[in-house]
């Protein structure tokens, strides 16, 4: 789970979404692989890394990533 949640950490956009067609933008040492899906599909992959971040106990206002959760 550590793993996954870091994944998403390092692949947020500074607008706090999760890209489903650009998300290798986000990467800072190595280049993810693997296509990218149409960008129609952005809310729905937001809305669920979020609640992956939700289901390990973080919100707004606890959590090791509630910065992430507020973003």
């Known amino acids: 789970m550590e793993q996954g ?6 692949h947020q956009a500074p607008d706090g979404s ?3 067609d ?3 933008t986000c990467c800072k ?3 993810c ?4 899906s149409s960008a129609a599909y952005t809310p729905g992959t937001s809305a669920l890394a979020l609640l992956a971040f ?3 106990g973080n919100s707004l206002r606890a959590g ?3 910065e ?4």
């Open 5 to 10: 949640l870091a994944w998403l950490v390092r």
């Open 33 to 36: 692989d693997g296509r990218g």
């Open 18 to 20: 999760w890209s489903c």
């Open 22 to 24: 650009s998300f290798q």
């Open 68 to 71: 992430v959760v507020k973003r």
């Open 54 to 56: 939700l289901g390990e």
């Open 29 to 31: 040492k190595n280049l």
């Open 64 to 66: 090791r990533y509630r």
